[in-house]
């Protein structure tokens, strides 16, 4: 009997392994159809990180950041803006004083004994000429006395432009005090 009990019970096991085996079989067969769907729900379930959903800790530091990083330029260009202003508003001056300067140029000499230019008018040469026939002048006395007019002209001119210049930097100093 001892012989027949070993094989007996060799078959038991062989027949148990091989029941476990089946159901080993059977429950991964199972458990492979409940994951297959794994992977396209992994891409349904993944969360994704709106704007709206940062805290608000993140967005703040983001803010200052940008803020950091931007603000050095944004200052240099509004300040090269209000010096490219002053600089126009100078010019605008500037321009303003030459056209008053010339205004009072052309109103105070309406009929000039010589243009910008150096030439002498028709009428200035008549005038000139009757002073000389009045006043009996030699050439060269005419001349001198030509040239001087010339000269008090141009001391007229240089005057006026100066006493403009004198104005309008007054006017500069007053602007720039008042900014100050």
């Given at each position: 009997?001892?012989?027949?009990?070993?094989?007996?019970?060799?078959?038991?096991?062989?027949?148990?392994?091989?029941?476990?085996?089946?159901f080993?079989?059977?429950?991964?067969?199972?458990?492979?159809?409940?994951?297959?769907?794994?992977?396209?729900?992994?891409?349904?379930?993944?969360?994704?990180?709106?704007?709206?959903?940062?805290?608000?800790?993140?967005?703040?530091?983001?803010?200052?950041?940008?803020?950091?990083?931007?603000?050095?330029?944004?200052?240099?260009l509004?300040?090269?803006?209000?010096?490219?202003?002053?600089?126009?508003?100078?010019?605008?001056?500037?321009?303003?004083?030459?056209?008053?300067?010339?205004?009072?140029?052309?109103?105070?000499?309406?009929?000039a004994?010589?243009?910008?230019?150096?030439?002498?008018?028709?009428?200035?040469?008549?005038?000139?000429?009757?002073?000389?026939?009045?006043?009996?002048?030699?050439?060269?006395?005419?001349?001198?006395?030509?040239?001087?007019?010339?000269?008090?002209?141009?001391?007229?001119?240089?005057?006026?432009?100066?006493?403009?210049?004198?104005?309008?930097?007054?006017r500069?100093?007053?602007?720039?005090?008042?900014?100050?």
């Amino acid at each position: 009997m001892s012989s027949s009990t070993p094989s007996h019970t060799y078959g038991d096991c062989v027949a148990s392994l091989r029941t476990s085996l089946a159901f080993l079989e059977s429950s991964v067969a199972t458990l492979g159809d409940g994951v297959q769907d794994f992977p396209r729900l992994t891409t349904v379930l993944k969360t994704v990180r709106h704007y709206e959903l940062i805290p608000q800790t993140t967005l703040a530091a983001a803010e200052a950041s940008l803020r950091d990083e931007i603000g050095p330029f944004i200052a240099l260009l509004l300040d090269r803006a209000d010096k490219h202003l002053e600089r126009q508003a100078r010019r605008i001056e500037t321009l303003k004083a030459r056209a008053e300067l010339n205004a009072g140029r052309l109103s105070a000499y309406p009929s000039a004994s010589s243009r910008p230019d150096g030439a002498t008018t028709q009428k200035s040469k008549q005038k000139d000429a009757r002073a000389t026939r009045g006043k009996s002048l030699d050439g060269s006395a005419a001349l001198r006395a030509k040239v001087v007019r010339q000269r008090k002209e141009a001391l007229k001119y240089s005057v006026e432009r100066l006493e403009l210049e004198v104005l309008q930097k007054e006017r500069e100093l007053r602007v720039r005090l008042d900014q100050v």
